[in-house]
């Protein structure tokens, strides 16, 4: 679209959202748009992609890149993960730094400061998740005024500290309004009925993870993969196949399940989304294959989408 004559007062631009795992980015991206775009889940490393979210408003539109939560993890696709997302904040108007006030700052979120400042970006730190409380809201404050001192910043590139609900929209329309103001004047990048351009595959494969994850104990998640191998559109009902992939025979077990039942059970769920998604009826053929330390193979990661050269 960028071809297109430039609307008088238009804005348009990137924003990155910014944050230590479960810290709410998805949850955030996902009220912006009114619509599931990224998967939500209390489990590190549920977003694996930088997902893009297209917001449409009067005289704007915001596209916010939702990256996957930075960690210290050092397996190969958790270090790619952390690249993903420092990636992101290249030629982005904004990041929008999203922090958890339920709970102590820690020297994970310190280095993810030190990161944030160092980036050189302006920033607005969402204070996340008000709702269950913000004990720790004012600690967060303070922590990044102390690193500016000790940096010798003379400015904060925090523009605005803004407190906010995700989960109950709490104060997201004055954020919303914030946001714009870092926009250029620009003609809209995407078409008005895009919501994403994160591509098709992917996204089928991440509800399946989702619905994975809800089912599943915590310790397996990490271990998990999903492979779309094929969609096909038919007449009145859309066939999709994926494939799951496990490191250890023992984990293809939890994952199907005493009798099938929990790969049953995630199938009916993932339909329920996805024939909400793609507007048809779906069938969901699910298989489960052990491919050990896949997390390690270059070539399993660049054909799962979570690697590029």
Known sequence: ??????????????????????????????????????????????TRHQIRGILHLDKAQVIFVDTPGIHSFKEDLAAHLNIIAKKSTQDVELILYVVDTSRCVGEEEKKIMQFVLASRNKVVMALNKIDLGGEFL?????????????????????????PISAVQGTKLEELIEVIKEFLSC??????KDSLTDFPLKFRIADIIREKLFWNLKKELPHSLAV????????????????DIY?????????????????????????????????KKK?????????????????????ELGYWWA
Do not use: H
């Not at 620009?186 to 078409?191: C, L, T």
């Not at 099938?260 to 793609?278: A, M, N, P, W």
């Open 1 to 46: 679209m960028k071809d297109k004559q430039k609307e008088e007062g238009f804005k348009s631009g990137f924003v990155a959202i910014l944050g230590r795992p479960n810290v709410g980015k998805s949850t955030l991206l996902n009220a912006f748009l009114g619509d599931k775009v990224s998967i939500i889940s209390n489990i590190p490393q549920t």
């Open 138 to 162: 004012n600690q967060y404050m303070d922590t990044w005024r102390m690193l500016l001192k000790e940096e010798n910043v003379k400015k904060d590139p925090v523009e605005y500290y803004i």
């Open 186 to 191: 620009d003609v809209p990048f995407y078409e």
């Open 227 to 242: 492979e779309v191998q094929e969609i096909e559109d038919k007449e009145k009902i859309y066939y999709i196949r994926a």
């Open 246 to 278: 496990v490191n250890r025979d023992s984990q293809k077990k939890i994952v199907i399940g005493r009798g099938g039942s929990l790969i049953k059970q995630v199938g009916i769920l993932c339909r329920e989304d996805l024939e909400i998604l793609l």
């Open 282 to 302: 779906v069938y969901l053929e699910l298989r489960v294959k052990v491919i050990k330390d896949w997390q390690s193979k270059i070539r399993i990661l660049k």
